[in-house]
């Protein structure tokens, strides 16, 4: 299988670097290059791909506005890489819809490895913003409250099966731990997410993921 990728990155340099590194993982194809977020979203619509890297700061449109708009129209997972790890860049990006957030420092190993889970269909955030967001929502009741009634509500209406996985995406498992845990085809798992996320109206596993946190699943 391949996966295709638009790699969206204002600085030419970092831009061919990144590429560079994806071109040599040969189940990955680079099939855009955009210097802007604009340039993100249009490249995205024409090719369809599998995939969005997607710089944070960028021109005309920055990263966070670029990613709500790919993902609310279908087009493509988004994979969020900065060299930032601030709050406002890594809850922007989850609540735009990021299905993983990536700093730069990773080295190219993690870089493909990344770009193949989220285009595998999950979820990923790199270990330093994990624990950020884990610390965040530590509290239970401080979590609780951050939570909008309608969304808590929708949870109750979560099957027994479904709430056993929304906790297992909140511990930050992939599919196929999940299917060991929970003693099913990795399949069924797949399943299961895709319909927790129709029921809680959320974009992204990651998104699953942090409402777990936040109730203490």
Do not use: F, S, T
């Given at each position: 299988m391949t996966f295709r990728v638009v790699v969206a990155e204002d600085q030419s340099a970092v831009r061919a670097g990144l590429v560079l590194i994806l071109r040599s993982a040969g189940d990955i194809e680079v099939?855009?290059?955009?210097?802007?977020?604009?340039?993100?979203?249009?490249?995205?619509?024409e090719l369809r791909p599998d995939l969005v890297l997607m710089d944070v700061q960028m021109p005309r449109l920055d990263g966070v506005s670029a990613t709500r708009q790919v993902v609310a129209e279908g087009l493509a997972d988004v994979l969020v890489l900065t060299t930032f790890d601030l709050d406002e860049y890594v809850f922007g990006a989850l609540r735009a819809g990021a299905a993983g957030f990536l700093l730069k420092n990773a080295d190219a190993a993690e870089l493909i490895a990344g770009v193949r889970t989220v285009a595998?269909?999950?979820g990923l955030i790199s270990p330093a913003v994990t624990r950020r967001l884990i610390a965040e929502f530590a509290a239970?009741?401080?979590?609780?409250?951050a939570v909008a009634p309608e969304r808590a509500a929708a949870v109750e209406s979560l099957t027994r099966r479904e709430r056993e996985v929304l906790g297992c995406l909140g511990e930050g498992l992939s599919n196929a731990e999940i299917a060991v845990r929970l003693s099913m085809a990795e399949a069924t798992v797949k399943t299961h997410v895709s319909r927790l996320l129709g029921k809680l109206e959320l974009r992204s596993r990651v998104q699953a993921a942090v409402l777990a946190q936040e109730l203490g699943l």
């Open positions: 099939v855009g290059e955009a210097a802007d977020g604009e340039e993100a979203v249009r490249l995205a619509r595998r269909g999950e239970p009741q401080k979590a609780k409250a």
